[in-house]
């Protein structure tokens, strides 16, 4: 860009005042469904003298100088009025009936916005944040915050409380340029994250090696593992695009979506038709790895209790193991977006077994609890197998199902 070396204090401090900090907006598709479902805010200073000035170049300066948290504030004034406006919009589209093909992108869409830890430790971004929240002016489903890999992890303990708070309103936060650090699962759950955000070097590298396919492909199952969303940035191709599904990533963002715009057009490109491809066939996928993950853990409850106390690691079988089907990790995709799948008559056939196989579990957990014999829970467990079994068929099929539309709607 080359006006680094030219910029000043005193300049940005101006230009913060006078509103020259603009927001542009790069929208985020959700890969499962093929809509918009919100958008990334991006800093831009519009300086009369250098036209458009990207967030790298005055960045280190305002956070150098102590105007970074002056700077967020304002941004975050920002955020909320654009909000507010797409609120508008869509429940003017709700109540005037408005059909989804008269009125496009009718989704309630959310904002997420980038931080510094420097943000959080100060508590202000929080205590505004909560503030909005008291009195209505935002819902915690409006707002998202990003904050990068290794700037969370090596400020662990200065963004920790604040990172919680946030979570505690319902903030959704994001693990942003994930891939770029050097997170271990261990380190990862530390932090309050509800989605890793892939990198876009590492998304763009998936075009030149089968390694790096491998890192995509490993990144998207252990948000899913840790029960995280998947969202891919940096997307700038079909074949990228397409890959991500298969994979059964959530969401996307990406040139080839989209580049950063200003507000303006921002709600232009919202009242355009648009048509991105979409399919659960890679969730369904990991739904049925979902299923043997389940499997494993009765399989782990039984060994556990085989080798009797004290020799195993009472935590291997999962406590969550007895929860409800709605709260399990495939009942949770089944009941939220699986929903949209609905048409297809095996997904409904789905719901029987996915109750019958969590119910087996939960007796299957009673029985080793009350010390049943060894050869009574083998048969229990054979039983559920044949379950898990009929039901990963089933999964399959919807597979099918869905590589047959996808082979029509994706390009
Ligand atoms: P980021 O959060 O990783 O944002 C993504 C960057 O990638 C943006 O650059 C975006 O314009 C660019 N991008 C998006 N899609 C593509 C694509 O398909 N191909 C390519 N080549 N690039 C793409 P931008 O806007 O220059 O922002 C750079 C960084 O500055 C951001 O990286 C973020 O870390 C930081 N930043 C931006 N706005 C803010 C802000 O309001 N506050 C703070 N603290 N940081 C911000
Ligand atoms: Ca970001
Ligand atoms: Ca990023």
């Not at 093909?101 to 944040?129: H, Q």
């Not at 990144?219 to 599904?245: D, K, P, W």
């Amino acid at each position: 860009m080359g006006v680094g070396a030219t910029l000043t204090r005193e300049a940005l401090e101006r230009a913060i005042r006078n509103n020259e900090l603009v927001l542009y907006y790069q929208p985020k598709v959700c890969l499962l469904r093929g809509v918009v479902i919100g958008a990334e805010a991006l800093v831009r200073w519009t300086d009369k003298e250098h036209g458009l000035i990207l967030p790298d170049a005055f960045l280190p300066l305002a956070e150098k100088s102590g105007l970074l948290h002056d700077l967020t504030l304002k941004l975050l004034d920002q955020i909320v009025d654009a909000s507010q406006l797409l609120r508008a919009r869509s429940s003017a589209g709700a109540e005037s009936g408005t059909d989804a093909d008269a009125m496009p992108n009718m989704e309630p869409l959310s904002l997420s916005m980038n931080v510094a830890p420097n943000d959080l430790a100060s508590r202000t971004i929080s205590n505004r944040i909560k503030e909005l929240l008291e009195t209505n002016t935002i819902r915690p489903a409006d707002l998202q915050i990003e904050i990068t890999e290794s700037a969370a992890m090596s400020n662990v303990d200065k963004v920790h409380d604040d990172l919680c708070r946030l979570k505690n309103m319902g903030i959704k936060i994001l693990m942003d340029d994930f891939g770029t650090g050097y997170s271990s699962i261990d380190r990862l759950s530390q932090l309050p994250f509800d989605a890793l955000k892939l990198d876009q070097g590492v998304v763009k590298r998936m075009k030149t090696s089968r390694q790096n396919l491998d890192v995509v492909r490993s990144a998207i199952s252990m948000a899913r593992e840790l029960g995280m969303t998947s969202v891919a940035e940096g997307v700038e191709s079909a074949s990228v695009y397409n890959f991500l599904i298969a994979h059964g990533c959530e969401e996307a963002q990406g040139y080839y979506i989209s580049r950063p715009m200003s507000f303006a057009d921002f709600q232009d490109f919202l009242s355009v038709e648009h048509s991105f491809a979409g399919s659960q066939i890679g969730r369904v996928h990991q739904a049925s790895l979902d299923l043997m993950r389940y499997r494993k853990m009765l399989m782990d409850a039984i060994f556990c209790a085989r080798l009797g106390k004290g020799t195993v690691l009472e935590s291997v079988a999962e406590p969550g193991l007895d929860c409800d089907v709605r709260e399990s990790r495939i009942g949770s995709w089944y009941y939220g977006v699986g929903q949209y799948l609905s048409q297809h008559s095996v997904f409904a056939q789905i719901e029987r077994p996915m109750q019958e196989v969590h119910a087996s579990g939960r007796r299957f957990l009673q029985l080793i609890h009350s010390g049943q014999s060894t050869s009574e829970l083998e048969s229990a467990m054979a039983n559920i197998d044949l379950q898990v079994g009929q039901l990963i068929g089933l999964l399959h099929r919807l597979e099918h199902v869905l590589l047959a539309s996808s082979a029509e709607s994706l390009q």
